[in-house]
């Protein structure tokens, strides 16, 4: 795989902002690519104060969802917190993690927006334009627009709207019980349609709301140790 080099972090929130505006232009939202046989989870865990990202990539077989690769980079974190800049702030340790990743994965889900952004260029996005792979978004809230709540039957859907326009899904991945289990938000972010996008992230889902691939990515940001068969 790939890997940019030589990117410019250092922005201003401000040249963050004209950066993503100009960057939508080069996502691709039809479907391209090919057979999937390896599925990789993105997330990122902050220590010491959360001045250090920990950036955790975990790929799993495609569609057993066996673990089969894990890369994990602590990197100093020197982009604040901005709403709708978090790719500013994660995808240097993110692409570090890919960089020391040794089986490149067919697909990407990232717990994080991808086109549901007010730019339609959420970290999602930016991660699928620089690698050049399919990504998918996958977010436990909303950043833009709003949808109805999904009826409670698995793979029930609505659409996610922000200025009259479809940028993503409210996906019903877990049935509500005893507890109530919120969908999860989801929107293509590079070379995938969302039909597409809703598809791979309910055959990624095992009975938890968040697909397997970023309950895997969230325990290993979070310092577990990941055993393969």
């Not at 495609?62 to 982009?79: H, I, N, Q």
Request: proline letters at 7%; a neutral charge; hydrophobic letters at 45%.
């Amino acid at each position: 795989m790939k890997i940019p080099q030589n990117l410019n972090w250092n922005l201003t929130p401000r040249e963050a902002i004209a950066a993503q505006a100009r960057d939508a232009q080069r996502v691709r939202l039809e479907d391209d690519f090919g057979e999937v046989n390896f599925v990789a989870g993105v997330d990122v865990g902050f220590e010491s104060d959360k001045t250090i990202a920990r950036a955790a990539v975990v790929v799993l077989t495609f569609p057993a969802l066996t673990p089969a690769a894990v890369a994990v980079v602590r990197r100093p974190v020197t982009f604040p917190y901005v709403p709708g800049l978090l790719a500013y702030r994660e995808l240097p340790a993110i692409l570090d993690a890919f960089r020391d990743l040794e089986l490149e994965p067919d697909l990407i889900i990232a717990d994080a927006h991808a086109r549901a952004h007010p730019r339609r260029f959420g970290m999602t996005s930016q991660l699928g334009v620089l690698l050049d792979k399919p990504t998918i978004g996958c977010a436990k809230s909303i950043l833009v627009g709003h949808a109805e709540t999904p009826e409670n039957v698995i793979g029930a859907w609505t659409p996610l709207i922000h200025n009259g326009e479809t940028i993503g899904a409210a996906v019903r991945t877990k049935l509500n019980t005893k507890r109530v289990a919120n969908p999860v938000y989801v929107s293509p972010g590079h070379r995938i349609t969302l039909a597409s996008s809703i598809e791979y992230v309910l055959r990624c889902c095992k009975g938890y709301r968040v697909p397997e691939t970023t309950r895997y990515a969230h325990l290993v940001a979070g310092g577990a140790e990941l055993k393969f068969e």
